[in-house]
């Protein structure tokens, strides 16, 4: 060999936005080109079979079909260093919404029958990677900055340690905190009015950066946008099993307006789930099994309450008919 | 607590001066105190009874126990042997 190290990236169910990042981080970065050989990657090079041994591998989007899962599991078998790579393969990322619908009747809503046979076997629900097989890196985010995968590509080379992220968006969002007098919570984004230099969980918006991992530099917070909660949450909330996105938040913004976290908690969870869908909270990790074994979590609240909503339902069933219609003709 | 154990530690590059530790302690005299420049300061760490509610309230994970509640198994066998040895 030539003393690189092989690199392989493997396509999921996904946007493709994550290995556009890759590309542009070694595009970049020479340095890596140097250390680094791709051998399978469909988007850049022609080779069709992933090789029997791989270095370094990156995987990128959600498990959804069959496929999807055997090759997954073929990367993790050839891999000696696995990568997780965006929001839909760590946490499920917005792809992993399409929970939120029957499989069949989508298929029947799209393509007028229930299922194409000829076509790839889907899965009955959407899978997040990160909770089929054992991984050695995740680089969240959508789409992941380039820094982090250069970082994580360089430091592997290198035979380092890659640091491990424990703080959240707040630590690099340049808002002033100040404390509430009256706790309300507005629905919807910030409009023209909102302050542009205090903090949105101050003004009564939702923002999950208190709550999600760092990394971003806190874009979205300085143009004036909430934080969506892109990076997954917080790792802390992720490991322990009392804490879930929804308490934690509101545990932040009770003492915030100088109420109890322990014993006003569930007021103020109450006020947030009557303002906010539940499945908002979960804009990027709906389908993570993580967070939907919490004993007090709220994501399979989301999830049922999102599965019933009377207008997903008629409004799949009257494209079904729709698409049932036109096939007729 | 032992007092001597824990060390507290704020992080000032990650805090956002929203103060939510000194409104949440739970010590009778509270650990927190605003400084002067506004960033909170651990004014009396040997009150800590490391409850942990700061970390939890913290926006940005800004506060670091340091030796925290260091858990030791002993083994009993050896316990027992040692009462047993005093009370001969």
Request: charged content about 25%.
């Given at each position: 060999m030539t003393g690189k190290l092989t690199l392989a990236v493997i396509p999921l169910s996904g946007c493709g936005g994550c290995e556009v990042q890759v590309l542009r981080a070694l595009a970049l970065h020479e340095d890596l080109?140097?250390?680094?050989?791709?051998?399978?990657?469909?988007?850049?090079?022609?080779?069709?079979?992933?090789?029997?041994?791989?270095?370094?591998?990156?995987?990128?989007?959600?498990?959804?079909?069959?496929?999807?899962?055997?090759?997954?599991?073929?990367?993790?078998?050839?891999?000696?260093?696995?990568?997780?790579?965006?929001?839909?393969?760590?946490?499920?990322?917005?792809?992993?919404?399409a929970d939120s619908f029957n499989p069949r009747l989508s298929m029947k809503a799209i393509y007028g029958r229930e299922g194409?046979?000829?076509?790839?076997?889907?899965?009955?629900?959407?899978?997040?990677?990160?909770?089929?097989?054992?991984?050695?890196?995740?680089?969240?985010?959508?789409?992941?900055?380039?820094?982090?995968?250069?970082?994580?590509?360089?430091?592997?080379?290198?035979?380092?340690?890659?640091?491990?992220?424990?703080?959240?968006?707040?630590?690099?969002?340049?808002?002033?905190?100040?404390?509430?007098?009256?706790?309300?919570?507005?629905?919807?984004?910030?409009?023209?009015?909102?302050?542009?230099?205090?903090?949105?969980?101050?003004?009564?918006?939702?923002?999950?950066?208190?709550?999600?991992?760092?990394g971003c530099g806190a874009p979205c917070t300085r143009h004036g946008v909430t934080c969506f909660g892109c990076g997954g949450p917080h790792i802390e909330i992720a490991e322990r099993r009392d804490m879930d996105i929804v308490t934690a938040l509101a545990k932040k913004v009770a003492t915030l307006a100088g109420l109890d976290p322990a014993n006003d908690l569930d007021k103020v969870v109450d006020m947030l789930l009557k303002v906010y869908e539940p499945r908002r909270f979960y804009v990027f990790t709906f389908a993570s099994q993580v967070l939907r074994r919490k004993p007090h979590g709220y994501a399979v609240h989301a999830l049922a309450s999102t599965r019933r909503d009377p207008v997903f339902v008629k409004r799949l069933e009257e494209r079904a008919h729709f698409a049932s219609g036109e096939e007729g003709l | 607590m032992p007092a001597s154990t824990v060390t507290i530690r704020i992080l000032r590059e990650r805090c956002k001066k929203c103060l939510n530790c000194v409104r949440v302690c739970t010590a009778f005299d509270g650990v927190f105190e605003e400084g002067p420049d506004g960033y909170p300061?651990?004014?009396?760490?040997?009150?800590?009874?490391?409850?942990?509610?700061?970390?939890?309230?913290?926006?940005?994970?800004?506060?670091?126990?340091?030796?925290?509640?260091?858990?030791?198994?002993?083994?009993?066998?050896?316990?027992?042997?040692?009462?047993?040895?005093?009370?001969?």
């Open positions: 080109m140097e250390r680094y050989e791709i051998v399978y990657w469909p988007l850049v090079v022609e080779e069709t079979k992933l090789p029997e041994k791989v270095d370094v591998a990156i995987v990128e989007g959600l498990v959804r079909t069959r496929e999807n899962l055997e090759a997954l599991r073929e990367a993790r078998l050839r891999s000696r260093t696995l990568i997780l790579l965006g929001s839909c393969a760590a946490w499920g990322g917005i792809g992993g919404s194409i046979e000829e076509s790839a076997e889907m899965l009955p629900r959407a899978y997040a990677a990160a909770d089929l097989v054992p991984v050695d890196y995740i680089i969240s985010r959508c789409p992941p900055p380039v820094e982090h995968v250069v970082l994580a590509l360089r430091a592997i080379a290198e035979g380092k340690k890659v640091p491990v992220a424990d703080s959240t968006v707040c630590s690099q969002c340049p808002r002033e905190i100040k404390p509430v007098e009256k706790l309300e919570f507005k629905p919807g984004l910030p409009g023209p009015n909102a302050d542009p230099k205090t903090c949105f969980l101050s003004q009564g918006y939702l923002c999950l950066g208190s709550v999600t991992t760092v | 300061v651990v004014a009396r760490p040997e009150e800590c009874v490391q409850c942990l509610i700061c970390h939890t309230v913290c926006p940005a994970n800004a506060i670091v126990h340091e030796n925290y509640r260091v858990t030791m198994l002993i083994n009993p066998d050896e316990a027992i042997i040692e009462r047993y040895r005093n009370m001969v």
